[in-house]
């Protein structure tokens, strides 16, 4: 059973007549003729009671005729749908990203996006790095951005951007004032980590310094490390990202050297076939990158 085919039977049923439907049809009365005469072979019974001046719906194509018209619509929204998505006119976008970047990036990208395409839904999913690749492999987000390298996974790597982390100190704090600072020299600070890769970046840079640096907290909130900071807590080694934006009662301070930097990354599925409105949201996000 064809879609089709339920056109013609419709038309013709509701014509009541199959030489005016072939017509409206643009059909030659016996193809019109065939496809219904096919139509009841399948379904081993008539459609119509055919009389010299009507034909009418016998039970059971009345009760094909209900559920006929049903699918034609749910075909029609189904066409419509497509459309829409093709045309950014709708459609979901859903998009995976740590939470520097998130909190740092990605609000330009999403205000610019929206702006030109308000009826395209967007939904955001923040979690690390493993968790964001995870998402990706599994299809609860259509891409990701995370910080490589990338857990096990088949995955296309699109590099966004490199860049160095930085020392976030109190402003009560000495070495706050200076321009510069080399990592061993944090060696007897209390450090605040910041939990997911960049954690395991951090930790090990220091130990790369030659020293096993003293945890006094982690969040995976960044909020919550810049206020833990500012309150004198510690020392927390973090992406220049997450520093971009001024913090009150918080110093930056660049690491001598450059010795720890990420490189940041969108993921995407290995071999898929991405919406065009994710097409179209990485090309915001790429000339919106820098850090």
């Known amino acids: 059973m064809e ?22 049809l643009h059909l030659a009365q016996a193809a019109l003729s065939e496809q219904i005469r096919k139509l009841e072979t399948e379904l081993g019974t008539p459609l119509f009671n055919r009389g010299r001046r009507e034909t009418v719906l016998t039970a059971a194509g009345e009760t094909l005729r209900q559920h006929a018209e049903a699918l034609i619509e749910r075909a029609d929204a189904a066409k419509r749908a497509v459309h829409d998505l093709i045309g950014l006119r709708g459609g979901r976008l859903t998009i995976g990203a740590i939470p520097s970047v998130s909190a740092c990036l990605l609000p330009a990208a999403i205000a610019a996006f929206r702006k030109l395409h308000p009826l395209v839904e967007l939904a955001l999913f923040e979690g690390t790095s493993e968790a964001v690749a ?13 910080q490589l390298p990338t857990s096990s996974g088949s995955f296309d790597e699109h590099p966004l951007f490199k860049e160095p982390f930085v020392a976030l100190i109190s402003k009560s704090h000495a070495l706050a004032k200076q321009k510069t600072i080399s990592l061993a020299k944090l060696a007897d600070e209390p450090f605040i980590l910041y939990k997911g890769r960049a954690r395991d970046t951090a ?15 982690e969040s995976s909130e960044l909020e919550t490390i810049r206020s833990l900071v500012a309150a004198g807590l510690g020392i927390a080694i973090l992406p220049q990202l997450a520093t971009r934006e001024p913090t009150k009662g918080c110093a930056v301070v660049k690491l001598r050297d450059n010795p720890v930097e990420r490189q940041v990354a969108l993921l995407s599925r290995a071999g898929h076939t991405t919406s065009p409105s994710a097409g179209v949201f990485r090309e915001m996000l790429m000339s919106h990158r820098s850090v």
């Open 3 to 24: 879609l089709y085919q339920l056109e013609y039977f419709l038309e013709a049923a509701r014509q009541r007549n199959f030489t005016r439907a072939a017509a409206h």
């Open 134 to 146: 995870q998402w990706v492999e599994s299809g609860r987000v259509e891409f990701g951005i995370v």
């Open 203 to 217: 930790l090990t840079a220091c130990r790369a310094a030659g020293f096993e640096p003293r945890i006094a907290c």
